[in-house]
C-alpha cells in the first residue's frame, strides 16, 4: 500500500499480539415499562390501593388497560353458584385488565388488592396507540402475554395430574417469584392457609398438613411475621 492510500485507510488499533481489536458491544438494556409509562406522561393516571382494596370487580365496564406499579393483586372469578376461585397473583411489572384491549366491555374476573400498591391505570384507545406507535412497550407486552399465557397451560396441566402437595409448592414458588435468586424468598403478603386452599383446589386442613411436612424438611419457614420459601422446594416438584 502506497503512504498517501495508508493515510487514507482507516485506523484500527491492534492488541500486542497483533490481532485486530473487536470493540466492545454496549450491552442493551430491558425495557423499563414503568419508565416508558411515567414518561408518556401516565403518572397522573396512577391510583393507590389499601390492602382489602378492589381493584374491579367482575362486571364492571371494561375502559382501561392498567400497570402495576408496585404491591400485589390477586385475580378472581366468581361462578353463577356462589363459588369463589383465585385464578392469578400479580406483582410488579405485571399488567391486567388487559381484555379491554380485545373489545370486551366488561370485567371478566375481580382484581383485588392483597397489599398496599399503586397502579398505572391506562385508558383503552391511548393504549392501542402506544401499542402500535411504540415498539419497544409492543414487544413487552406481547412478551409478558405470551408468558401469561403458557402460565395459564401450566396452571390446568397442573390441576389436571398433579397432587394438592405438588400443587401447593409450585403456588408458594410462583408467589415468591422463584428464579430471581437463589436466597430464599419471603411471600409478601402473608397468606392464609383458607386463602391457598382456594388457589389449589384443596381443603385447609390439607394445606396445613403440607405447610408443616415442608417446614420440617427445611423447605419453607414461617412465624407470625410470614412465610419465606426456599429454593430447595424445587426439587418436590421435578422429583417424585
Keep these: 500500500m502506497r503512504y498517501a492510500e495508508a493515510l487514507k485507510a482507516p485506523c484500527r488499533q491492534r492488541s500486542r499480539a497483533g490481532k485486530e481489536a ?68 400479580l406483582g410488579p411489572g405485571d399488567f391486567l385488565g388487559e381484555a379491554a384491549l380485545a373489545g370486551h366491555p366488561v370485567r371478566l374476573v375481580t382484581a383485588t388488592a392483597m397489599s398496599a400498591g399503586t397502579v398505572f391505570d391506562v385508558p383503552t384507545r391511548r393504549m392501542l396507540r402506544l401499542l402500535h406507535t411504540q415498539h419497544a412497550l409492543s414487544d413487552r407486552f406481547i ?9 395459564l397451560e401450566a396452571d390446568l396441566i397442573d390441576q389436571l395430574f398433579n397432587s394438592s402437595e405438588k400443587r401447593l409448592a409450585r403456588t408458594l414458588l410462583l408467589l415468591a417469584r ?54 430447595s422446594l424445587l426439587t418436590l416438584i421435578v422429583h417424585d
Excluded: W
Design 143 to 151: 412478551a409478558y402475554m405470551l408468558m401469561r399465557n403458557s402460565r
Design 22 to 89: 473487536v470493540p466492545a458491544k454496549k450491552k442493551k438494556r430491558p425495557f423499563d415499562a414503568r419508565a416508558f409509562l411515567e414518561a408518556a406522561g401516565l403518572g397522573k393516571h396512577v391510583t393507590a390501593y389499601a390492602r382489602g382494596d378492589v381493584v374491579f370487580s367482575q362486571g364492571d365496564p371494561s375502559g382501561t388497560v392498567m400497570y402495576v406499579r408496585t404491591g400485589t393483586i390477586r385475580l378472581s372469578v366468581l361462578s353463577h353458584a356462589g363459588q369463589e376461585a383465585i385464578v392469578a397473583t
Design 178 to 231: 422463584f428464579g430471581n435468586g437463589q436466597k430464599p424468598q419471603p411471600i409478601l403478603p402473608a397468606l392464609s392457609q383458607e386463602m391457598l386452599a382456594e388457589m389449589i383446589g384443596t381443603t385447609r386442613s390439607r394445606v396445613n398438613f403440607f405447610l408443616n411436612k415442608f417446614r420440617k424438611l427445611g423447605f419453607i419457614t414461617y412465624d407470625a411475621a410470614g412465610l419465606t420459601v426456599n429454593p
